[in-house]
């Protein structure tokens, strides 16, 4: 029974206190605790079923090249901040405030990305294939504009205050052309 009490009592802690002087000391024992862990998150990492096909796709990543990857144009941020101090233009203020944090505008050659949305889970992407037309629309003395795209399908893509607009929209055009001529050649006929 000795050697019971002497493994319950090295397994406890001692713990004591004095409340005041005149007051008796309080002896409170507690059993002793394991130090707590965090949880451990196990990282799965799957691979493709063949080494060809992993290949494959970086090499396919290699090859797309960034011609721009942005936001939006800081002066619409800044311009609309100024204007932001009329009750009137707060609306719009805030609108420019999530353009600039939370937009971001891809073009490559293979395809024209949108990331937008809080954690930047919202993203559209489509090829220039599908583009149709691309129009400007210039703001604020030509310094950042609009671009919209046309897709053949009829959807309008509006993607705002985007820095360096006109060279964006040339290049779009450029690529439509040539994914369009590509495909045409690609055909075969009699």
């Known amino acids: 029974m000795a050697a019971a009490s002497t493994s319950t009592s090295a397994a406890c802690v001692?713990?004591?206190?004095?409340?005041?002087?005149?007051?008796?000391?309080?002896?409170?024992?507690?059993?002793?605790?394991?130090?707590?862990?965090r949880p451990l998150t196990k990282l799965h990492v799957s691979s493709s079923s063949s080494p060809s096909e992993a290949t494959a796709e970086a090499t396919k990543k290699k090859e797309e090249s960034i011609f721009f990857d942005g936001g939006a144009h800081y002066g619409d941020l800044v311009a609309n901040l100024v204007l932001g101090f009329t009750l009137v233009w707060l609306p719009l203020s805030l609108a420019a405030v999530f353009r600039a944090f939370f937009l971001r505008y891809r073009f490559t050659?293979?395809?024209?990305?949108?990331?937008?949305?809080?954690?930047?889970?919202?993203?559209?992407?489509?090829?220039?294939?599908?583009?149709?037309?691309?129009?400007?629309?210039?703001?604020?003395?030509?310094?950042?504009?609009?671009?919209?795209?046309?897709l053949k399908d009829g959807t309008k893509v509006d993607l705002r205050s985007v820095p360096k607009f006109r060279e964006i929209a040339k290049y779009c055009l450029d690529m439509a052309g040539k994914q369009t001529a590509s495909s045409s050649s690609s055909s075969k006929g009699f």
């Open 109 to 150: 050659d293979v395809r024209v990305t949108v990331i937008s949305g809080l954690t930047g889970q919202d993203r559209s992407d489509f090829s220039y294939e599908v583009v149709k037309d691309v129009q400007v629309v210039p703001r604020f003395i030509g310094e950042w504009g609009d671009v919209i795209i046309t």
């Open 14 to 37: 001692s713990l004591s206190t004095t409340i005041a002087a005149t007051s008796p000391k309080i002896h409170i024992t507690l059993p002793a605790s394991k130090p707590r862990r």
